[in-house]
């Protein structure tokens, strides 16, 4: 007699095999095709749109890009001359509010995930964070401009400008400095703690070495975001039309996307205007282009400099 | 005067009773195994050792652990050199992301070792000491991630090693590995053994039974056995290591 056992192999006839219906096989496959075919025309249209755009700013604009038209000031009734002011303006405006920005927002990121107790507090401030995510810029531009321009008297300036932007940025770069640690695991925390390594130095010389390219993706997704804002810097800083480079944060500026709503939407000619306004836009998707590649290398530098490989 | 000497300690998670009245002294340049079912305490009671247990919200601890004497969780006592007396090794092999140079230097870092001979002439001493110098000499400064993970885990004990602790806690070191691999750690905890005392969880007993002299025998929160590794398997005082090591349950 045979003892049952489940590594004994059992006579093929009494496997019970279901009998899948066939017609059902190339309805599966059918229906996949369908659904890839939707994916890949859905993400290809995104692919086309963001080409089209670009492609659009860069026809229209390339023509009156020139040396000059990066190295003058407006002339003529900003019909004619370059946006070096507008340029150096909004560059002011990006170091301004990363200063600001950067520092706190990775500080407050830090405190959130590893030093704060996991409790109402931290979810409430996350919360606010979140909300303020989600404040449209033109608020920003309100608030900064009753706190930092007239209670702080700061004037229409730089300074008030970058703070108003600053502020801005602060909650994309604490969200993504908290998500990029809470993704490390906490093997790591307990490896260096149990060798007698204090917290700060566990996430001075292992948590955020290890975090930092996903901290400096957040960094410069917030430098975008401020480089293109009007809003914000409406009330707080921006110039309608200042050929003169600033000399001081408390001088005000002229910055790139206003320039491009000033040019495109008043003035003496708007006929005439209209390619510097091209221009601009080709400009400023440039710089945004340029701290991308950057951003791409230091995260790749950072990258290299942990050793994972 | 006892290594280690713990008295009356009950640990809680919240409400959850995780040990009750544990009481166990160790002598020096011992290799002590904990064993016992999953969940019942042995790590925890390990952690407790090193003070880990302090990141876990809600833990709370009575009675007293005294190492050489004094009682870690007295309030003069700073953690992180208790942590550099008291080493850890963990279950899955967890070096950093730096060269394994660096690896065995951290600990000496974080510790305000600054002179760079001394660094280098420890690491390589402590990477000899835990048999690893002659597979990794020539790749320093290559990635500690590029070695296989019974190298890893060899590397961590090294680590551990290396600021010279008195006492080295280790959290089922060989589980995440294979079998050849798990023999050259076991053979390292033996060298190590007249260097410092180690105290290792384990969930196979014939791995306590090689490795160690004394085990203790976990249950349910409780210390149920304390005893002579020998005598522990071959004739348990009690009847529920007797079930336990001849695999009634567990």
């Known amino acids: ?309 | 005067m006892s290594k280690l000497d713990v008295k009356n300690v009950n640990f809680y998670y919240g409400d959850f009773h995780a040990l009750k009245n544990i009481d166990m002294q160790v002598e020096e340049k011992n290799v002590v195994a904990f064993i016992g079912p999953s969940g019942c305490g042995k790590s925890t009671f390990l952690r407790l050792l090193n003070r880990m247990n302090d990141l876990i919200p809600g833990a709370r601890l009575t009675g007293e652990i005294r190492i050489d004497g004094e009682n870690i969780y007295d309030r003069s006592v700073r953690i992180d050199n208790l942590r550099k007396n008291v080493g850890m090794v963990f279950q899955r092999p967890n070096p950093f992301p730096k060269s394994i140079f660096e690896n065995v230097a951290y600990g000496l870092r974080v510790n305000g070792i600054k002179d760079k001979d001394f660094i280098e002439s420890r690491v390589e001493e402590t990477l000899r000491g835990a048999a690893l110098w002659d597979e990794v000499k020539d790749k320093l400064k290559k990635s500690a991630f590029a070695l296989s993970g019974g190298q890893q885990q060899r590397l961590c004990i090294a680590r551990a090693m290396a600021v010279s602790p008195s006492i080295l806690l280790m959290d089922e070191p060989a589980s995440a590995l294979d079998p050849i691999s798990t023999g050259k750690v076991e053979e390292l905890i033996c060298d190590l053994s007249n260097k410092t005392t180690i105290i290792i969880v384990t969930h196979n007993m014939q791995q306590a039974a090689r490795v160690s002299s004394k085990t203790a025998f976990f249950y349910m929160g409780e210390l149920i056995e304390f005893n002579d590794t020998k005598r522990l398997f071959t004739n348990p005082e009690k009847q529920t290591t007797q079930n336990y090591i001849t695999g009634r349950f567990g």
């Open chain 1, 1 to 309: 007699m045979q003892r049952f056992s489940p590594r004994a192999p059992q006579p093929a006839t009494t496997m019970n095999t279901p009998q899948y219906p066939s017609a059902y096989a190339s309805k599966k496959k059918r229906t996949e095709q369908i659904v890839f075919f939707l994916f890949r025309l859905l993400s290809g249209a995104v692919a086309l749109s963001l080409l089209g755009i670009l492609g659009f700013i860069i026809v229209k604009g390339f023509s009156v890009l020139s040396w000059d038209f990066l190295t003058l000031p407006p002339t003529d009734g900003m019909t004619s001359g370059g946006i070096l002011p507008a340029i150096v303006g909004t560059l002011c405006l990006m170091a301004g509010s990363a200063c600001f920005a950067f520092p706190i927002g990775i500080m407050s990121g830090i405190y959130m995930n590893e030093y704060a107790r996991k409790g109402k507090l931290v979810r409430f401030i996350r919360m606010m964070t979140n909300n303020l995510a989600g404040i449209p810029s033109i608020v920003f531009g309100l608030f900064g401009m009753a706190l930092f321009v007239n209670y702080l008297s700061f004037g229409d300036s730089i300074l008030a400008g970058s703070l108003t932007l600053g502020l801005l940025a602060l909650p994309i770069v604490i969200r993504t400095t908290e998500e990029a640690l809470k993704d490390i695991p906490d093997a790591y925390r307990e490896g260096s703690l149990a060798l007698g390594a204090t917290k700060a130095q566990t996430i001075w010389h292992v948590i955020l070495p290890m975090a930092m390219p996903r901290v400096i993706t957040g960094l410069i997704l917030s430098l975008g975001r401020v480089s293109g804002e009007t809003a914000p810097i409406l009330f707080t800083c921006a110039a309608y039309f200042l050929p003169k480079l600033p000399e001081s944060l408390f001088d005000q500026c002229m910055a790139l996307p206003y320039h491009l709503y000033v040019v495109s939407t008043s003035g003496t000619d708007l006929e005439a205007q209209q390619p510097i306004a091209y221009g601009t836009a080709l400009v400023l998707i440039i710089i945004v282009l340029l701290i991308n590649l950057l951003a791409n290398s230091l995260r790749k530098y950072f990258s290299n400099k942990i050793k994972t490989k």
